[in-house]
């Protein structure tokens, strides 16, 4: 998977392919669909949602660029494959999930495989996690129509948002960085997630 599907496609990130070569995704899949886990596509994980294929996440964590001392907010923990990358990658992870059933599921996969430095919570995503802000980074993993104002507020001064911005059809990647309070966004590359709901929280 990191060779062919990632290295030889323009990820160059080593602490990217070196993470991503040592989380094991399949242990964030479900069972009837482990033989495809090191596939390039994404998988269903119950409640409507999915983990991404691997190349978008490696892009998208090769564009946050994260450093080893980041305390980051990742808004959609899913499966927590990507929180577990996170959790590699940088000194904190805080993550928003709103289906209850899938934040149980990924804390106990998380804890089981001991990527410590993780704290997950069933909630609205699009609000953040302001007890912890603020953010050196933030990883949105569903796709919002605009900027999320909330979760830019609780970016630090320098710090960047990854965000899939766009209709449910189809979005960009958008990289966000608060320079001087105000956004400066960069686009990147066309992706498609499944969309950021905001309000009442799934309680499982």
């Known amino acids: 998977m990191v060779r062919t599907q990632l290295a030889e496609r323009g990820i160059r990130d080593l602490r990217v392919l070196d993470a991503m070569r040592s989380v094991p995704r399949h242990e964030f899949v479900p069972e009837s669909f482990r033989q495809d886990a090191y596939e390039d596509h994404p998988l269903p994980i119950g409640e409507g949602q999915t983990i991404s294929q691997p190349y978008i996440v490696a892009a998208m964590l090769e564009y ?87 979760l830019f507020d609780q970016l630090r001064e320098g710090g960047r948002m990854m965000v899939p911005i766009g209709p449910s059809s189809c979005q960009e990647l958008q990289l966000i960085r608060k320079v001087k309070g105000q956004p400066e966004v960069k686009i990147l590359e066309g992706c498609r997630f499944v969309p950021l709901v905001e309000g009442a929280v799934d309680g499982g």
């Open 64 to 150: 946050l660029a994260l450093q080893a001392t980041d305390r980051v907010l990742e808004v959609g923990t899913g499966s927590g494959y990507v929180t577990a990358l996170l959790s590699l990658l940088s000194a904190e992870v805080y993550s928003v999930e709103r289906h209850a059933p899938l934040a149980a599921s990924a804390e106990a996969t998380l804890q089981r495989l001991e990527y410590r430095n993780v704290k997950i919570k069933v909630g609205d995503g699009s609000q953040g996690w302001a007890e912890y802000a603020p953010f050196d980074a933030i990883l949105v993993s569903a796709a919002t129509p605009d900027m999320p104002s909330a």
